[in-house]
Each structure stands twice: as C-alpha cells, then as structure tokens.
C-alpha cells in the first residue's frame, strides 16, 4: 500500500495550510476566478518535431506561458486554481535536483521523447553541479527555484524565509548565467513540502513570481520499486485526465520508470505541455 500523504509534518501543515487558505480564497473567490480566465496562454505549432531526430516520438504538443500577474498559483493540491490544461493535457516537473547520478538519466528519458520539462532545484545542489544545471536548461528545459536547502518555510523567521528563497534562486542565477541575482530569469516557484503561508505567497507574488503547487504526485518519496511508481502514476493520471504532475529528478526509481511512463502516455494520446514565463527573463531587461 503506498501512502499518498506527504512525509510526517509536512502533510499535516498542508493540510493546515489548505484550511487557512480556503478562508482567505472565499473571500477573495472573485479574484481567483477572474485569475482562472485571465491566464495569459501562447499557443504555438509543435516546433519541437522539426527538431527531434526521432521518429513518432511523444515531443511537446504546445508552449503555455504563465504570466504572475494574472497567475500568481497553481495546483490543485494546495490552491484553487491551476493551470488551463485540455482533457489529456500533463505538465511534467521535477524537484530537488540536479543530482548526478539520477538527473541525467531523466534528462535522457526526456530527450528520448522529445518531450520538455519543469526542474525546480534546490540552490545548494545548483552551486555543487553547475554544469548539471546548464545542462538542463541547454536541453529546453524551464528552470524554476526551490529554496536553497529545502528548510521548511513555515518554521524558520520570517527574515531567514527570506533568504532562503533569495539564496537559492541567487545559486541557481549563478549556476546558470554566471550572475548572482535575485531576480529570477524565470520566475516560478515552487516550496519545499508545499509549506508556504500567507506572508510568503505575498511576497512572492509581490516580486511576480509564480508559486507551482501541483495537481498531482507520484509519491516517489516513499520506497517503492518503478513498476509500483508507473503503476500508481498512471492510475492518479487516470482519474485526473490532465494536470501538473509532481516527481522528484533525484529518484532513482522515478529515472528507472520514467522511459515507460512517457511511452505509456504517447500510447494513450496524452499530450505534454511545456511552461514558461510570460515575460521576458529579467536578463532580457534592459
Ligand atoms: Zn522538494
């Protein structure tokens, strides 16, 4: 039996989380519906095909941008509103990366299909393996934050939530372009153990970066074997129909299950969409 609850306190505090959260949504329900309809969307031809020098591969259907201003959070495990994915639509990330020995091989799974991906990665991972990290985003990948030690955010000051959030989008900055900024070329985020509370999303969307809950997870952070995680995966896929799905790059069993996964969902006409931001990166500014 595979528990779906999150590891010991961080569920419990999510739960709390949702609780406090629906409060603060009923009252400001309007706004999250006309954030729902407001979300900035870019449709584009599959470019990706053109590209991939294999034949009937899954590839990436289309690219949807997020913009923070009309979509400060998605997903459904934590927020009421989520990203405007079609019925078959998925939106793959991974957390907690870039790890050597598992990245890679999810890097090459993905590569395989032709399909695009979300990594949010922890900074301090970011600064140990650089090179890692330029390595995703070469290969098309969004590149998103997760603090820089995946400290919970709901049991650290105030002040040092803060700096949590600035190190490791600075080591992330640093690891990718060389700069060590704060202002993240692409401004998504995502906290660890979806532990946020409601001064950290406003300072979030303060600084216009979006905050990905998810709408779904492979539970890959308990033991299990590839074909218990493909398994579970694809029956969670199967009620849902579409959704941002959470899995973590520094698994082996989700890097040993990933090829099957992405087979099964060209098999079945799932299609992959790949985010982006809205805006250009702030390395784009003037
Ligand atoms: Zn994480």
Redesign the pocket.
């Known amino acids: 039996m595979i528990n779906d609850a999150l590891p010991g306190n961080i569920g419990r505090n999510a739960r709390a989380m949702t609780n406090m959260r629906r409060q603060k949504w009923s009252r400001n329900s309007v706004h999250s519906v006309a954030a729902i309809l407001a979300v900035s969307m870019a449709w584009t031809a599959t470019v990706e095909a053109a590209d991939c020098p294999r034949k009937e591969t899954l590839g990436t259907s289309r690219i949807l941008s997020v913009d923070a201003a009309t979509t400060p959070r998605v997903g459904l495990k934590s927020f009421s509103a989520t990203l405007p994915l079609e019925d078959h639509e998925v939106v793959l990330t991974f ?2 990366g870039p790890w050597p020995p598992t990245t890679p091989r999810v890097l090459a799974a993905l590569a395989h299909e032709c399909v695009r991906a979300t990594f ?1 990665l ?1 900074g301090r991972n970011a600064s140990e393996h650089p090179e890692l990290v330029r390595k995703i985003a070469s290969e098309g990948h969004t590149i998103g934050h ?1 603090t820089w030690a ?1 400290r919970s955010l709901m049991r650290i000051p105030p002040k040092a939530t803060t700096a949590e959030i600035d190190r490791g989008i600075s080591a992330d900055e640093t690891a990718l372009h060389g700069i060590a900024t704060t202002i993240p070329s692409t401004p998504f985020f ?1 906290f ?2 979806f532990e946020m509370t409601p001064a950290t999303l406003d300072l979030l969307q303060s600084r216009g970066i979006v905050v990905f809950g998810t709408d779904f997870w492979a539970s890959d952070w308990n033991p299990m074997t590839p074909q218990q995680e493909l398994k579970l995966i694809i029956n969670r896929l199967g009620n849902a129909r579409r959704g941002i799905i959470l899995f ?1 790059d520094t698994k082996a069993q989700t890097a040993a299950m990933l090829p099957a996964f992405l087979r099964f969902l060209r098999d079945n006409q799932y299609r992959v969409v790949h985010v982006v931001p809205a805006s250009p990166g702030a390395e784009d500014l003037p």
């Open positions: 957390d907690d949010f922890i997760h995946h995502r660890p153990g973590h």
